[in-house]
């Protein structure tokens, strides 16, 4: 479906060419982030993109919103933050925190409360719909599968599991918010979304997400860190069908 090759090409991009500039990766996120990149160049050769660009550059003024597109879109996602957010809070979240704790950088709150968490905003945004007069639907079955595959994969591979934090997270703050700039022009008046603010300097916020990812990915083997990185085009095909 064609809004939905946009909001992929632009909203799983995160700008690589702002910290990267060639050779081997400087930690494990950037080898995250050139796998993703290699994956999105790929998608547009097949869909007639030969030549990346920059998120800034790509087909999103081809995409005409609909205003019940977008908000089977919030609904859907809503359910995958909720997830991810619920997986990172609960107190048995398996390995991966047993792995942070080793390192001594404590397991308490280490994923927690990075500032990146989108529930709650994408709650008032929800309500503020209702609060119109717009009808909300149920979530349907694309974020309910990505739900469920999240939380399969937190109790039986946490290495994979972080390929899709680091993608849910990332692709919202880049090109997430070139989509929301076009919706917010094309048919909410230019009102902002809660969704696509944030609490604080969102470049430190990031920042700080990568380093603790980075501590943590040390301490994996490289086949570890490559079942990580596999799962980068899983993830893309989840967010597409979102």
């Known amino acids: 479906m064609a809004t939905r090759n946009v909001i992929v090409s632009a909203a799983m991009t995160e700008k690589p060419w702002k910290r990267y500039t060639g050779g081997d990766a400087k930690g494990f996120v950037d080898e995250m982030r050139l796998v993703a990149m290699k994956l999105h160049t790929r998608q547009q050769a097949q869909e007639g993109e030969m030549e990346a660009k920059a998120p800034e550059e790509q087909r999103v ?12 879109f919030l609904v859907d996602i809503k359910v995958v933050y909720d997830t991810l957010e619920q997986i990172i809070e609960r107190p048995y979240f398996p390995s991966l925190l047993r792995d942070i704790e080793c390192m001594g950088c404590g397991a308490d709150g280490e994923f927690r409360n990075t500032g990146l968490e989108r529930s709650e905003k994408l709650a008032k945004d929800l309500k503020w719909f209702e609060e119109k007069g717009y009808g909300v639907p149920e979530a349907s079955s694309p974020g309910v599968a990505y739900a469920k595959y999240l939380k399969q994969l937190s109790e039986k591979d946490p290495q994979a599991f972080i390929c899709h934090f680091y993608n ?14 076009k919706v917010a022009e094309k048919i909410l008046d230019s009102r902002e979304l809660e969704f696509y603010k944030w609490d604080g300097e969102l ?40």
């Open 61 to 72: 003024e081809e995409w005409e919103p609909t205003l019940d597109g977008y908000l089977k």
């Open 203 to 242: 470049s430190q916020l990031l920042q700080n997400v990568r380093d603790k990812l980075n501590k943590v990915a040390e301490n994996w083997s490289r086949e570890e860190k490559n079942r990580c990185l596999g799962e980068t085009e899983i993830s893309f095909k989840f967010y597409r069908e979102i």
């Open 168 to 181: 849910i997270y990332f692709a919202n703050t880049a090109g997430g918010r070139i989509i929301a700039k």
